[in-house]
């Protein structure tokens, strides 16, 4: 029995965790994305002010 609720624990404590990394992936991809688009407003900004 102490078997079985060890690997349990295991279980969800893996789950926890690779639920944590996607997240983290996942959140720095959209910081990524949200970065970019606000440097490429900025810079087409600065190009139309200059045309």
Known sequence: ????????VD??????????????SAGGVIAALVGSGVLGMSIFRRWRRKS
């Open 11 to 24: 279980f969800l404590t893996g789950l926890l965790a690779a639920g944590a990394w996607a997240l983290a």
């Open 1 to 8: 029995m102490i078997h079985l609720t060890l690997i349990i």
